[in-house]
């Protein structure tokens, strides 16, 4: 590897995802000695964690110090901040590593001149190790720095590299904001419990652990996740009815077919399906800005306005009688738009689901 303890290995900003990291180094037998965790606010179980291992901490970089690879785990809008006291660390052949999102390669050039910079998108299951992290080097990156990185991504999880620093925003909406998305599944699928009439506590337990054995099985398995929901949604069965619309076709994202086909409510399955979401992303029933409608609380009599993937914030039109509020909705985040949207997702590019 690219640093040693003369050349250390600094890790520049250390929140979860820094503590992750390092826990996964020292399970591979990275020298404690050759890394050095720069954060001027570290918190108590960090410092612990470090003391335990004998890393070195310290609020900025030691004078005099050159770096042989620099991980940048700060916050995007703190950046500008942060690399112009970094830049006496970085000689020229110092690898340049940054996980912050947003912050493409032109700005690393511009603060420490032409040398070596990786991007990486790494997930929150590297906490646990089960991330995956892509990766867009520059041309300045070597072979060697590039088995570096890989190396030390990889104890957190898979890694892929990229052809483009532009892959790295699909990346981001694909593995980086992901989780949320299979988080809020599991939101849903309890509170469609609850709703349905199970105990709290035990709707919470069912979700949970039907999400994160539903994760296991796909990652264990050799079927495609297309072959594995087919096993479970036998043919004219309740458990195919979530994931079909009245047509008998899987609904896309845009497709507001997918929420009118889950409205009735009746006894059983079909009850309890109300609650789920069956086109993501979606306004969903569990969260808190999402409209009320007379008689149910799903997508029914919603007709989209156009736009959907434009942009466009448009009011929803709705069947008179049946929407009590305009929806602002905007699913994960809480926060409401400025002018409600159209159709049943929000505006912007989205992930279709065919």
Same mark, same amino acid.
């Given at each position: 590897?690219?640093?040693?303890?003369?050349?250390?290995?600094?890790?520049?900003?250390?929140?979860?995802?820094?503590?992750?990291?390092?826990?996964?180094?020292?399970?591979?037998?990275?020298?404690?000695?050759?890394?050095?965790?720069?954060?001027?606010?570290?918190?108590?179980?960090?410092?612990?964690?470090?003391?335990?291992?004998?890393?070195?901490?310290?609020?900025?970089?030691?004078?005099?110090?050159?770096?042989? !690879?620099?991980?940048?785990?700060?916050?995007?809008?703190?950046?500008?901040?942060?690399?112009?006291?970094?830049?006496?660390?970085?000689?020229?052949?110092?690898?340049?590593?940054?996980?912050?999102?947003?912050?493409?390669?032109?700005?690393?050039?511009?603060?420490?001149?032409?040398?070596?910079?990786?991007?990486?998108?790494?997930?929150?299951?590297?906490?646990?190790?089960?991330?995956?992290?892509?990766?867009?080097?520059?041309?300045?990156?070597?072979?060697?720095?590039?088995?570096?990185?890989?190396?030390?991504?990889?104890?957190?999880?898979? !890694?892929?590299?990229?052809?483009?620093?532009?892959?790295?925003?699909?990346?981001?909406?694909?593995?980086?904001?992901?989780?949320?998305?299979?988080?809020?599944?599991?939101?849903?699928?309890?509170?469609?419990?609850?709703?349905?009439?199970?105990?709290?506590?035990?709707?919470?337990?069912?979700?949970?652990?039907? !999400?994160?054995?539903?994760?296991?099985?796909?990652?264990?398995?050799?079927?495609?996740?297309?072959?594995?929901?087919?096993?479970?949604?036998?043919?004219?069965?309740?458990?195919?009815?979530?994931?079909?619309?009245?047509?008998?076709?899987?609904?896309?994202?845009?497709?507001?077919?997918?929420?009118?086909?889950?409205?009735?409510?009746?006894?059983?399955?079909?009850?309890?399906?109300?609650?789920?979401?069956?086109?993501?992303?979606?306004?969903?029933?569990?969260?808190?800005? !999402?409209?009320?409608?007379?008689?149910?609380?799903?997508?029914?009599?919603?007709?989209?306005?156009?736009?959907?993937?434009?942009?466009?914030?448009?009011?929803?039109?709705?069947?008179?009688?049946?929407?009590?509020?305009?929806?602002?909705?905007?699913?994960?985040?809480?926060?409401?738009?400025?002018?409600?949207?159209?159709?049943?997702?929000?505006?912007?590019?989205?992930?279709?689901?065919?």
């Amino acid at each position: 590897m690219s640093f040693s303890a003369e050349r250390p290995f600094a890790v520049v900003g250390a929140g979860k995802m820094g503590g992750a990291m390092i826990a996964g180094w020292m399970a591979r037998g990275v020298d404690a000695a050759s890394l050095l965790v720069v954060d001027p606010a570290p918190s108590a179980s960090l410092v612990a964690q470090l003391d335990s291992h004998g890393i070195a901490h310290a609020p900025k970089v030691p004078e005099g110090v050159k770096t042989g !690879v620099v991980l940048l785990a700060v916050k995007p809008q703190i950046m500008g901040d942060v690399l112009p006291g970094l830049k006496p660390a970085v000689a020229d052949d110092t690898l340049v590593l940054s996980v912050a999102a947003g912050t493409p390669v032109r700005t690393f050039e511009a603060a420490f001149g032409d040398i070596a910079v990786i991007r990486a998108m790494p997930n929150t299951p590297a906490m646990v190790g089960r991330g995956i992290t892509a990766l867009y080097p520059n041309a300045r990156v070597t072979a060697a720095q590039r088995e570096t990185a890989g190396q030390l991504l990889s104890a957190i999880g898979a !890694v892929e590299w990229l052809t483009s620093e532009e892959q790295i925003d699909l990346v981001t909406a694909v593995s980086g904001s992901g989780p949320a998305y299979v988080f809020l599944l599991a939101e849903c699928l309890a509170e469609a419990g609850r709703r349905a009439g199970l105990p709290a506590d035990l709707a919470d337990r069912l979700a949970e652990a039907t !999400v994160s054995g539903a994760g296991e099985l796909m990652h264990q398995s050799d079927d495609t996740p297309a072959t594995l929901r087919q096993n479970v949604t036998s043919p004219m069965a309740r458990r195919q009815r979530p994931v079909r619309t009245d047509d008998g076709k899987r609904p896309a994202a845009s497709d507001g077919r997918g929420c009118r086909s889950c409205c009735p409510s009746r006894q059983g399955t079909r009850r309890f399906l109300t609650g789920l979401p069956h086109c993501l992303p979606l306004p969903l029933p569990c969260g808190q800005d !999402v409209p009320t409608y007379k008689g149910n609380t799903s997508c029914q009599g919603i007709q989209e306005g156009g736009g959907h993937g434009t942009g466009s914030r448009r009011h929803l039109q709705a069947r008179p009688g049946r929407v009590d509020a305009k929806l602002r909705h905007v699913p994960m985040t809480g926060r409401r738009l400025s002018k409600p949207f159209s159709g049943c997702s929000p505006p912007g590019p989205m992930l279709r689901f065919p």
